[in-house]
């Protein structure tokens, strides 16, 4: 399984940032998926994550209302819409895919995620 995430750089505060995050090598369509960050000396976090269908979301409490994350399944990625964007949104994004099949509710926890991108760095200063 790959998954490869892009779409981050250097933004203003209150800007915006569309991360993207492509998958191959199992069926895309049955896996939950998520957005984690990990900010320099920090641990990895959760910020969203949707079920295989996407018509179910989760988002971290620091970014809800302002990330939106959404899938194309006939496309095999995944999306994170970043508004409002702040300083403390500064870190490498991870997307990763949740093992369970056709699950109903999304996790949140960093170790249930069995495949993982290899990260892209948002920085958000003046």
């Known amino acids: 399984v790959q998954l490869q995430a892009s779409g981050g750089g250097l933004v203003q505060p209150g800007g915006s940032l569309r991360l993207s995050c492509s998958a191959s090598g199992r069926t895309f369509t049955r896996y939950g998926m998520g957005w984690f960050r990990q900010a320099p000396g920090k641990e990895r976090e959760f910020v969203a994550a949707?079920?295989?269908?996407?018509?179910?979301?989760n988002y971290a409490d620091s970014v809800k209302g302002r990330f939106t994350i959404s899938r194309d399944n006939h496309k095999n990625m995944l999306y994170l819409q970043m508004n409002s964007l702040k300083p403390e949104d500064t870190a490498v994004y991870y997307c990763a895919s949740d093992p369970e099949i056709w699950a109903d509710e999304t996790r949140a926890e960093v170790d249930v995620y069995d495949y993982w991108g290899q990260g892209t760095l948002v920085t958000v200063s003046s």
């Open positions: 949707t079920t295989w269908s996407g018509r179910i979301t």
